[in-house]
């Protein structure tokens, strides 16, 4: 029997994608909504639709108990007001429903210096990004509390895993792979939040089923793998099964880059997330989750190379 009906926006993306898969295992009833179906998964049904249609947002979460924000714009298009636009179509669609918006968040709403970075703690961003973020949710705080609808905030670190291209695992750490180099986005002994996708999407599945106990707005954190620069090096030269040539990642090539491709300058004004230790912490989120809840670090980043290798073996083949 289905745990309820659940409209992932945004399924083709990171998140997305990967709530979808949590969710239809954790045995929901799970829709994906975007402009086209690029990541079909087994067991879901998918609806076609533009996320800046008010109309098509809101006939796509009409029968969901639980909706979950994975849409995402372009790095360098959350400017000028339309990171709040899109938002803003989602939480008309919601207005007035009591139904549940599961939103991720980020880190980007800190500052270098928050070494330690719990719910508790006050939000205040390094860079116009993290503003951006700050105003988000804002604005969804305030939805909860005069829009008659819960809104539930899971914020993790980096991605990583489900076979993503172009995330920095893919495309900063592994862009020399075939080369036999690998990058470390920091000093070796300094440690990063990771979120392995299996692992938030199951986040999400799970928080969903204890909205019931949950107040109007919530503001988790998940610690995913803290671990650090050296670590991760050492765990994909294990799971690649040979030594590899370790360096620094060059980040001047993207400020260079950047100086013509405002996607390549915004990456390189994040690069401080890199270099500053910033762990998230929340004990009552890894109460909820349960012990053992994490996939092994190890485990996760050789899945994680596995389907690397598999999804860029079957884009070879179909070129």
């Known amino acids: 029997m289905s745990k309820g009906k659940v409209t992932v926006l945004g399924s083709n993306g990171h998140l997305g994608n990967a709530a979808i898969v949590a969710f239809r295992d954790a045995g929901w009833a799970v829709a994906g909504f975007g402009r086209a179906n690029r990541r079909p998964v087994a067991g879901t049904r998918f609806i076609k639709g533009d996320a800046n249609d008010p109309v098509a947002v809101k006939t796509a979460v009409a029968d969901a108990d639980v909706v979950v924000h994975g849409l995402h714009l372009r790095y360098d298009q959350w400017g000028d007001g339309r990171a709040e636009q899109q938002l803003q179509v989602v939480l008309d669609a919601l207005a007035g429903t009591g139904k549940t918006l599961l939103f991720p968040g980020t880190i980007y709403n800190y500052r270098a210096g928050d070494r330690t970075v719990s719910p508790g703690l006050r939000q205040s961003g390094e860079k116009p990004r993290g503003d951006i973020r700050i105003r988000l949710e804002d604005m969804l705080r305030e939805a909860s509390a005069k829009q008659g609808f819960r809104v539930i905030i899971i914020r993790a670190g980096d991605f990583y895993g489900a076979g993503n291209l172009g995330d920095w695992f893919d495309a900063g750490m592994l862009m020399d792979l075939p080369k036999g180099k690998l990058y470390h986005l920091g000093a070796l002994s300094q440690r990063h939040s990771w979120a392995y996708l299996p692992d938030l999407g199951r986040a999400f599945a799970a928080v969903a089923e204890k909205r019931g106990s949950l107040a109007a707005f919530e503001n988790f954190h998940f610690a995913g793998h803290w671990v650090s620069h050296g670590q991760v090096m050492a765990a ?17 090539i993207l400020r260079a880059i950047g100086l013509v491709n405002p996607v390549m300058r915004d990456l390189f004004r994040m690069r401080y997330l890199w270099q500053n230790e910033m762990e998230l912490v929340d004990p009552r989120l890894d109460a909820l989750l349960g012990t053992g809840f994490p996939t092994p670090f190890e485990t996760a980043v050789a899945t994680s190379m596995d389907d690397l290798k598999a999804v860029k073996s079957r884009l070879l083949q179909a070129a």
Do not use: C
């Open 236 to 252: 994909i030269q294990s799971a690649h099964g040979q030594k590899l040539a370790v360096s620094p990642f060059p980040w001047w």
